[in-house]
């Protein structure tokens, strides 16, 4: 743990280590926190990842603001596993720092909250130098106070700030409200699955979380991505089931798995985390299916809401809308027709070493036009739905 005085009043404890549970019970105390920042999600074993747990606590020792970032030392290879002695000589230009859902403070006082974020930037920058990051980023939490200072403070500091949405289902409605404002595109898709023997369980054994991970591989060459030993995800995915904090959801016709939904869940918030699919034609209705099973399930546990996750948002020019069309307005429509309200999140990026970036992202292509003409020329598989 090292440990100095802020620039004021705050004192800094910053560890590659942390006590798991005291971690996750403080972080409990701020109704923004989600599962990104637990130290569990943040501990899975990865040998290009090192983790980093930030405290600032004033002189009192209450813990003002608390953050897990992520320090990524060599970049993975998505396409061909030829590349990866390729991909880890680039990787050397430098690492990558990024955290999910932070930083945590916890104050309501807008000045407070700035000082304690300027404790935070200011700690970013020490990182960068200790850990030789080429770029750092993050993203805030939806619903979180982000004002116009806030984000000022960012700017001050050299980060560019992207927006983006979310769209959220509060949980303290009756699941009948709920229900009403699905959209009716999705309530046709249930309706079909059902028609079509699309039945949904919840995991209950190690051998469906090996079905699950090998159903990813599969979803991944979808993508142009190839993964390699699904088997070793298992063990620290089952661990996370039993403690609470993700939730598994599959979709089977005729006794074969044709999609899968992995939920976080901490604090009061379930979201999508993952989803998997075998990309047949049935499997268009897996989803749906999947999600409002996913839904029911945390109004039934008591959870406080339900978080489709974000998406990109156009930008505005022909060039960008091309892409974004091309990306995401269809996920952005899925999200959408579950009747969940949008709010709004940011991402913040700082590059410290532009020319080194800039290097990397040149010798990086090999890797992204394989992984896109894979992807171009991916054949859907010829399973037809069943009538």
């Not at 060459?221 to 390699?228: L, N, R, S």
Request: charged share 30%; aromatic share 12%; net charge positive.
């Amino acid at each position: 743990m090292k440990n100095y005085e802020g620039v004021k009043k705050y004192k800094i404890e910053i560890s590659d280590e942390i006590n798991a549970q005291e971690w996750d019970n403080n972080l409990k105390q701020n109704k923004h926190s989600t599962y990104l920042q637990t130290a569990e999600y943040i501990l899975k074993n990865d040998s290009r990842k090192t983790p980093i747990f930030i405290y600032i606590k004033n002189q009192s020792g209450e813990i003002k603001g608390q953050l897990a970032m992520t320090i990524i030392s060599s970049h993975p290879v998505y396409s061909t596993k030829k590349l990866n002695k390729y991909m880890k000589i680039i990787s050397k230009i430098g690492n990558r720092g990024t955290w999910v859902g932070g930083p945590i403070i916890n104050s309501d006082n807008e000045k407070e909250r700035n000082e304690i974020l300027n404790e935070f930037l200011n700690i970013f920058d020490k990182i960068s130098s200790n850990y030789n990051l080429m770029i750092i980023d993050g993203y805030s939490n939806a619903q979180e106070n982000i004002t116009k200072d806030y984000k000022n403070n960012f700017e001050k500091f050299g980060y560019t700030i992207k927006k983006l949405v979310t769209f959220r289902i509060e949980l303290n409605d009756s699941i009948e409200e709920i229900w009403k404002r699905v959209a009716k595109s999705a309530k046709n898709d249930i309706t079909r699955a059902q028609r079509r023997f699309v039945t949904v369980k919840e995991l209950e054994n190690k051998d469906e979380l090996l079905e699950y991970e090998i159903l990813g591989k599969n979803w991944a060459k979808t993508k142009g991505i190839q993964v390699y030993n699904p088997e070793s995800l298992v063990e620290q995915d089952w661990k996370d089931h039993l403690s609470g904090l993700q939730k598994y959801f599959f979709a089977f016709q005729d006794g074969k798995m044709i999609s899968g939904l992995r939920v976080g869940c901490f604090n009061g918030i379930a979201f999508t985390d993952q989803v998997k699919s075998s990309y047949t034609k049935i499997s268009s209705l897996g989803g749906p299916v999947l999600t409002w099973s996913a839904i029911k399930w945390a109004k039934t546990k008591g959870e406080r809401i339900y978080d489709f996750s974000g998406v990109a948002l156009p930008k505005g020019d022909d060039t960008y809308d091309k892409k974004f069309q091309e990306q995401w307005k269809g996920l952005t429509n899925y999200k959408k027709k579950w009747g969940g309200t949008e709010y709004t999140y940011f991402q913040f990026i700082k590059v410290n070493k532009k020319l080194s970036y800039k290097i990397y992202r040149i010798l990086s292509k090999p890797d992204y036009i394989i992984r896109n003409w894979k992807k171009n020329h991916f054949k859907r598989p010829k399973t037809e739905e069943s009538n």
